[in-house]
């Protein structure tokens, strides 16, 4: 099975090189620059806080923008899972890295 050395996929996962350059969604995304005044409350201090942690507001996080308390919710636990092992164990943020990547890869999820 051969490798895309650019992307890291087969050629029988059918995801070309331009779909993972410019994937569209199912959901359309909440971007920061345009979040709905109804949604600014809510949604811009958490997107602030990702931006400043992260340096961007992922596509997942701009997804569960169309209820904020997700957002919210996907925060917290990222925090407690992730955030807290960045000081104490950097090996499990490596290894649960990997786990995403592997999932994304077997479930030929490009988004």
Do not use: F
Not at 43 to 62: D, I, K
Not at 65 to 86: C, F, N, S, T
């Amino acid at each position: 099975m051969s490798v895309d050395h650019n992307t890291g996929l087969t050629a029988d996962m059918g995801v070309s090189a331009e779909m993972m350059a410019h994937p569209d969604p199912r959901v359309p995304l909440i971007d920061p620059e345009n979040i709905p005044e109804e949604l600014q409350a809510e949604l811009g201090p958490a997107y602030a806080w990702s931006t400043e942690m992260w340096g961007t507001v992922p596509r997942y996080l701009r997804m569960l923008g169309h209820a904020p308390v997700a957002v919210e919710a996907w925060q917290l636990l990222d925090q407690k899972i992730r955030i807290d092992y960045l000081e104490t164990d950097r090996d499990y943020v490596k290894i649960e890295e990997l786990v995403i990547v592997k999932t994304a890869l077997l479930t030929e999820c490009n988004n």
